[in-house]
């Protein structure tokens, strides 16, 4: 029965206005909300008892709880007219999209949104989720999602689909295609930041949070190895381990044309590298770069899913993996009676072994202990391939009661990776070889020297091998200030830069940290190198009989 019903039917029981009131409440207070919903015939009202109260508030408890759990109406798509709502508050000036895509509140990576407002990260979209409740007590708005690069407003919780926000969502996840890389070193690029400043795409700074600038420059001269990097910004590898994963982010991140910054941040990846190497390098401990290279190469090559023993099972070997030929002859000591000293004598027997590199060692000779007239400590100079000489099978070197000989074989790798050992540790102090290595980057070198004769390679014998400059990572030794604590006045800290080639101009390229500026070929070897990419130089033969000029 309604209540209209209701009143009519106190109204012909002649009471009064009064009475009527206070009756009408009782009836109405009476009705169950289904009885006064469903039919015409209430049941009678109830007495004002204990029990019928505590049911009556347990009733208007759980319709109210009821009303609590329902989730707020959500539109599903903008109204008519009002897709560009919100918008206008995006700032692009402060979108970093570098750093680990951890929730602001929760630092759970699963779900997790940015604020195109204000650059943080929160989990979720939902009604109960920390972008959901960011969005109504700072007014933002506009969220995307950083795994699908959706783009949502919050808190109605429709898509937007605007092409005006293509360039944010290019920035989070740049993609290129085919004939992109195919022009990275052909075609000489320019691209502009959102603040005006000219860079060239893939030469750009990197940030040096604490002391991550062996991992920096490993990266930059990586990133410049074009099958490698061609790998990266190519393949799909959404389903690859996270090492492989944020490497690809990184890769196209520092070849990224319409970046809004000038530079890249590895956060990323060193959060991913921290945490696979048991905190064996980090951001706040400096490292070597070639301990570091050694390791990522490895586990890249694992992460791609390589083989431990079939050799070219991943890119990185395809790359930089080569045969290496090892002469071993034992040293033994006699004693020699007759004149009263012991006799080192060569074993007659000599072992050979084939191994498997991804870099070379170069040994430098030893240091002057004298100084100048200026009482300065002599820096010598030695030629790149005087160190390379290791590897011609003549000279041997003696290690662990052994006499080692080496040479390189068929088929070299098309890119060679060159360490030249600077650093050494005895039982007192760390020691460093300033010796200076010449080389013409522009000429390039010739390993044919260092190679083994095969007849059955299809590589004409006694024709150069020729190999061209890619990278070069330099180290220098800088004197810490008195005010730097937690170290001795005058210790001597290591920093890294790295010398690149840019093939599309044929210029070369300093990096290091956030500064990058060009620098001359014939000056390249003025610095301390110690770790050089050469790339082998195409000819005829290399180029499948195509008739292509030799390329360099």
Not at 73 to 83: F, L, V, W
Request: hydrophobic share 35%; glycine share 4%; charged share 30%.
């Amino acid at each position: 029965m309604s209540k209209r019903q209701a009143s009519e039917a106190l109204d012909e029981s002649g009471d009064s206005p009064a009475s009527k009131r206070s009756r009408f409440d009782d009836y109405t207070m009476g009705m169950t909300p289904a009885s006064a919903d469903a039919d015409d015939h209430p049941t009678p009202p109830r007495d004002n008892g204990e029990a019928d109260d505590k049911a009556d508030h347990s009733s208007d408890d759980d319709e109210m709880d009821e009303e609590d759990e329902k989730a707020p109406i959500r539109q599903a798509e903008p109204t008519a007219g009002y897709d560009d709502l919100y918008l206008d508050t995006i700032d692009r000036n402060v979108l970093d999209f570098d750093f680990e895509k951890l929730c602001s509140v929760t630092l759970s990576n699963i779900n997790v949104y940015a604020c195109l407002v204000c650059g943080k990260y929160y989990q979720g979209r939902g009604p109960k989720s920390h972008a959901y409740f960011h969005a109504l007590d700072e007014d933002h708005h506009v969220f995307i999602n950083m795994s699908n690069q959706k783009v949502y407003v919050l808190p109605e919780g429709y898509e937007v689909k605007s092409k005006s926000l293509d360039d944010i969502k290019y920035v989070s996840d740049p993609r290129y295609t085919r004939q992109e890389v195919a022009e990275l070193d052909r075609v000489p690029r320019r691209a502009l930041t959102l603040a005006g400043k000219e860079y060239v795409p893939g030469f750009v700074g990197m940030n040096n949070i604490k002391e991550n600038d062996y991992l920096n420059v490993v990266v930059q001269a990586l990133s410049h190895v074009s099958p490698l990097r061609n790998f990266f910004l190519l393949e799909d590898l959404s389903s690859a381990p996270e090492l492989v994963k944020r490497t690809s982010i990184l890769f196209r991140k520092i070849w990224n044309p319409r970046a809004f910054k000038a530079h890249v941040s590895p956060h990323e990846l060193l959060q991913e590298v921290s945490l696979r190497s048991n905190k064996r390098f980090t951001l706040t401990a400096p490292s070597d770069p070639a301990d570091f290279l050694s390791w990522y190469l490895n586990h890249l090559h694992l992460g791609l899913g390589g083989s431990r023993t079939k050799p070219h099972s991943s890119v990185i070997q395809k790359i930089f993996q080569g045969r290496l030929k090892v002469e071993s002859q034992a040293i033994t000591a006699r004693a020699d009676e007759a004149q009263d000293r012991l006799r080192f004598e060569e074993s007659s027997e000599i072992q050979t072994d084939i191994t498997r590199f991804l870099l070379l060692t170069l040994d430098l000779p030893p240091a002057p202990l004298f100084q100048d007239e200026q009482e300065r400590n002599i820096i010598p100079q030695v030629p790149l391939t005087t160190i390379l000489a290791k590897y011609n099978g003549v000279l041997a070197q003696e290690l662990n009661a052994q006499r080692r000989r080496y040479r390189l074989l068929h088929p070299l790798p098309p890119f060679l990776i060159l360490h030249i050992k600077r650093f050494s540790r005895n039982k007192f102090v760390a020691e460093r070889n300033p010796t200076i290595v010449t080389f013409d980057a522009r000429e390039g070198i010739d390993v044919s020297p260092y190679v083994e004769p095969d007849p059955n390679h299809p590589h004409p014998p006694g024709e150069p091998i020729m190999y061209d400059l890619v990278a070069n990572i330099v180290h220098e030794a800088v004197r810490q200030r008195e005010d730097v604590a937690d170290s001795a006045v005058g210790e001597e800290r290591k920093t890294w830069k790295v010398q690149l080639r840019n093939k599309a101009t044929d210029e070369w390229v300093v990096c290091q940290d956030l500064f990058v500026d060009k620098i001359q070929a014939e000056l390249l070897y003025l610095g301390e190198s110690y770790l050089q990419i050469w790339e082998r130089r195409r000819t005829p033969t290399t180029a499948q009989g195509k008739g292509k000029a030799v390329q360099r």
